[in-house]
């Protein structure tokens, strides 16, 4: 029987930000340690406890905030208004079918929004709201790949991708 070792293990964690992020990569390492330090003894934790270390100027997550309340505001009636958005659907109804719908989509950051039932009509954008559904449920899936009780969904999401790819070559 060999010796077990007696060394205790002793887990490493690497925190970036995903593909989609546009902030400076050494902020994701110090916010991981921050999330750390602030989680209850079941792993929680709050946006505000994270505000509150991070209003420190010493802080190393400080710089990710914006501290001019004016500018805050203004940035946070954003936020809910775009939260509002999302959140909004709309029952559209047609010589006796229904469908519901987000009531408008967005294309990405700083794209603003569009009225899902005109993208719906137009054939260029509704094939980009497609390519842009088929992403988003990759980046679902290469999120979620650790659970394998889900794999039956990440076939089906690779093989809608593969059916997209053929179209377009």
């Given at each position: 029987?060999?010796?077990?070792?007696?060394?205790?293990?002793?887990?490493?964690?690497v925190?970036?930000?995903?593909?989609?992020?546009?902030?400076?990569g050494?902020?994701?390492?110090?916010?991981?340690?921050?999330?750390?330090?602030?989680?209850?003894?079941?792993?929680?934790?709050?946006?505000?406890l994270?505000?509150?270390?991070a209003k420190?100027?010493?802080?190393?997550i400080?710089?990710?905030?914006?501290?001019d309340?004016?500018?805050?505001?203004?940035?946070?009636r954003?936020?809910?208004?775009?939260?509002?958005?999302?959140?909004?659907?709309?029952?559209?109804?047609?010589?006796?079918?229904s469908?519901?719908?987000?009531?408008?989509?967005?294309?990405?950051?700083?794209?603003?929004?569009?009225?899902?039932e005109?993208?719906?009509?137009?054939?260029e954008?509704?094939?980009r709201?497609v390519?842009?559904?088929?992403?988003?449920?990759?980046?679902?899936?290469?999120?979620?790949?650790?659970?394998?009780?889900?794999?039956e969904?990440?076939?089906?999401?690779?093989?809608?991708h593969g059916v997209?790819?053929?179209?377009v070559?």
């Amino acid at each position: 029987m060999a010796a077990s070792s007696s060394k205790p293990s002793k887990t490493v964690r690497v925190y970036t930000w995903n593909e989609k992020a546009r902030i400076a990569g050494h902020y994701a390492d110090a916010l991981g340690r921050v999330l750390e330090e602030v989680q209850d003894d079941d792993g929680r934790y709050e946006a505000a406890l994270i505000v509150e270390r991070a209003k420190a100027k010493a802080s190393p997550i400080h710089d990710l905030f914006e501290w001019d309340n004016t500018k805050a505001g203004h940035l946070y009636r954003c936020v809910q208004a775009r939260r509002y958005v999302r959140f909004l659907v709309v029952d559209v109804k047609d010589n006796g079918d229904s469908v519901r719908m987000p009531a408008a989509v967005s294309f990405g950051p700083g794209r603003g929004y569009q009225a899902t039932e005109r993208v719906m009509t137009n054939a260029e954008l509704r094939e980009r709201l497609v390519g842009q559904a088929l992403e988003e449920a990759q980046a679902w899936r290469k999120r979620w790949q650790h659970l394998k009780e889900l794999s039956e969904v990440f076939v089906a999401i690779e093989s809608a991708h593969g059916v997209k790819r053929r179209k377009v070559a």
